[in-house]
């Protein structure tokens, strides 16, 4: 491990921060397959179960900033408890209406719905601790670094645990699972946040100084992050669908694990790296690179070329997202941070959801290598935030 990131654990309060950050995050790697699974079984219907998702996450995504800019004007020692409470709630009762089959749809469907209400925003809350906790900015980037890793292992972590649980018992107890890590992973990272210092310039006012203004200020980043979910969600998609039309369509995991790869490894090196170019320069780079790399995947001729191609594309994914990260983190005010924060992660998910959609689309009128290539093209228009 490079002395980088061994300065990153050992920074005061790393320890306490970091186990407890990565217990709550866990649960929301577990959750999305456990309650599909669950959901699926209890209904007999995978449609029904994927509107349910779909209700899910669209609640958990739009109101995702406002949570966050509730811990940014009460803190989150004050908005966490509560938060977890509520959503560990909504999961259990969710465990108890999917553990047998019958359960009428209409109740399943409110409680998903209240579940992605109360989701508490752990990632932005993460982030905004090692704004603290790391004063130094060379430290602070590779901390951002660690953290984006971390997360997207979580992410691969996850699902396995709920497919093991599915598999050897029943899909709800992996619903059970992520509510167990939820409240105990927020709790304890509330217990150990530390709250923003009150001489910070607008800490009582910055909260509502208004949406705008943040979001004119993050342009390039906000536009970046969009741009790398539409991309590598479409991507996502067209892979499945070049396995399939290559007669292997359980080979797409390989491409989807080289992507995975590809990306920690690159995240590792952006934290471990000294740059001199600012943030803006920086992902203004990265952003170019990932298009570049997404249009090379309609060049592929076999699955094995498209998981190198992927892995290629991984390099460049996570440290784009975590200079995003970077960079809003410094253009936001100190007490609106949080908040900053879960605008990037609104920004990507709304870039996935809506390529997912049009992507689709898509295939029913173009070639899959055109499509490909039309991949590229969401991280290539938020290049123009770049220079307005």
């Known amino acids: 491990m490079s002395t980088s990131y061994l300065a990153v654990l050992r920074t005061p309060g790393a320890a306490r921060l970091i186990p407890a950050a990565l217990l709550g995050r866990l649960s929301y790697g577990t959750v999305p397959l456990s309650l599909l699974l669950a959901t699926a079984d209890t209904t007999g219907s995978y449609a029904r179960a994927g509107w349910l998702m779909a209700a899910f996450s669209a609640v958990s995504v739009l109101l995702f900033p406002a949570r966050a800019g509730l811990v940014d004007r009460h803190g989150p020692r004050r908005t966490l408890p509560p938060m977890a409470v509520g959503y560990a709630a909504a999961l259990l009762a969710l465990t108890a209406a999917t553990w047998h089959p019958g359960t009428p749809y209409g109740p399943l469907l409110l409680l998903a719905t209240a579940a992605g209400a109360l989701a508490p925003p752990l990632g932005p809350v993460t ?51 992520s509510a167990a890590l939820a409240l105990t ?27 705008r203004r943040l979001l004119a200020r993050a342009r390039q980043p906000l536009s970046a992050a969009a741009g790398a979910g539409a991309g590598l969600a479409a991507f996502s998609l067209l892979a499945a669908v070049f396995a399939a039309r290559h007669g292997r369509p359980a080979d797409v995991a390989w491409v989807e694990a080289a992507l995975a790869a590809g990306s920690a490894t690159g995240g590792l090196v952006l934290g471990a ?60 005010a100190p007490a609106e941070r949080t908040r900053a924060g879960a605008w990037v992660n609104t920004s990507f998910n709304a870039g996935s959801s809506t390529a997912t959609a049009l ?20 991280p290539l228009a938020a290049l123009a935030c770049r220079r307005r």
């Open 273 to 332: 790296t000294d740059w001199r170019a600012p943030a803006p320069t920086r992902l203004t780079v990265l952003t170019a690179a990932l298009a570049t790399a997404l249009a090379l995947a309609a060049l592929a001729p076999t699955l094995p070329a498209l998981a190198a191609v992927a892995a290629l594309t991984g390099l460049t994914v996570a440290p784009t997202l975590t200079t995003a990260y970077l960079l809003t983190d410094e253009l936001a």
């Open 185 to 211: 992973g927020t709790l304890a990272l509330a217990a150990v946040a530390t709250p923003v210092p009150a001489t910070a310039t607008g800490a009582t006012a910055a909260p509502r100084s208004g949406t």
């Open 127 to 177: 982030r905004a601790q090692w704004s603290i906790l790391a004063a130094d900015p060379e430290l602070r980037r590779r901390a951002y670094s660690l953290d984006t890793v971390a997360e997207e292992l979580l992410y691969v972590t996850g699902p396995l645990l709920a497919g093991l649980l599915a598999a050897t018992g029943r899909p709800a107890l992996g619903i059970l699972l």
């Open 359 to 378: 992507t689709g689309t898509l295939l029913a009128h173009l070639p899959l290598p055109a499509c490909l290539l039309l991949a590229a093209t969401p």
